[in-house]
């Protein structure tokens, strides 16, 4: 069972090109979320989507859009990459939202550097 | 602004002692409380967590407790092992909507590490 599934496991860009970050659970989960992990921060949430077609912005979505074509991916997209976007980004899922009996099951996290 | 902080970003103790890690909410909102436990280079993953409408949960050697007045969580281990070195992150759930879900707030994470 692969859980959550982020490529790639390391990037770099330069500042302004753009990328994808990819994300896929198949676990049929509903709630799928990204979280970017800075040190001293702990994780913020960047975006979320309660389903798919549905999505909405979490404390940090500026210089990030998502999607959510699917129930199983939810890709981010970063348009113009700038340094400070240099961070660990983690997608997680559960199954319903983050309330009881539905604890969020996290990727191995992709790690990206803006020079 | 800070809803979830943990003011100790390290802890370390003995093997076979207890290890208490902290954290402290100012939401009033959060009705669900989580611990995460990540190891470098991996996801968080989820370890126990406490409704708002309890003041205790015990799984095995972890035990959080919630006091809802002083908006205080902590989490025990009992006995600690030195597999359990690792960041720990508290974490806070508040229904945003009926239609936008929930959110979950981290706080800063604390390093644990259990010495032999």
Redesign the interface.
């Known amino acids: 069972n692969a859980g ?1 599934t982020q490529t790639p496991k390391f990037q770099v860009l330069k500042t302004g090109q753009s990328m994808t970050l990819q994300c896929a659970q198949d676990m049929n989960h509903e ?1 799928m ?1 990204w ?1 970017r992990q800075d040190p ?6 960047i975006h ?1 989507s ?1 389903g798919a077609g ?1 999505t ?1 912005q ?2 940090v979505p500026n210089g990030y859009n998502v999607s959510r074509s699917t129930t199983e991916d939810f890709p981010l997209r970063l348009l113009s990459a700038a340094p400070s976007q240099t961070s660990v980004y ?1 997608c ?1 899922s559960s199954y319903s ?4 009996n539905s ?7 992709t790690r990206l550097t803006v020079t | 602004d800070q809803q ?1 902080k ?1 003011n100790s ?1 390290s802890l370390s103790v003995q093997e076979g002692r207890i290890s208490i890690l902290n954290c402290d909410y100012t939401n009033s909102m959060f ?2 409380f ?1 611990w ?1 436990k990540k190891y470098p ?6 370890l126990i ?1 406490i ?1 708002s409408i309890k003041d205790k949960n015990e799984d095995g050697r972890f035990t959080v407790f919630l006091n809802k007045s002083a908006k205080h969580l902590s989490l025990h281990i009992v006995p600690s092992q030195p597999g359990d070195s690792a960041v720990y ?1 508290c ?1 806070a ?1 508040a ?2 909507g009926e ?11 604390t390093q644990l590490t259990v010495n032999p």
């Open positions: 959550v709630y979320s979280y001293g921060m702990g994780l913020r949430l979320y309660v549905i909405d979490g404390e983690f997680a939202g983050t309330g009881v604890p969020l099951h996290f990727g191995n996290g | 979830v943990q970003p009705d669900y989580l995460y280079a991996e996801g968080p993953t989820f967590s409704s992150f974490a759930s229904k945003i239609t936008s879900g929930s959110r979950l707030t981290f706080g800063e994470g």
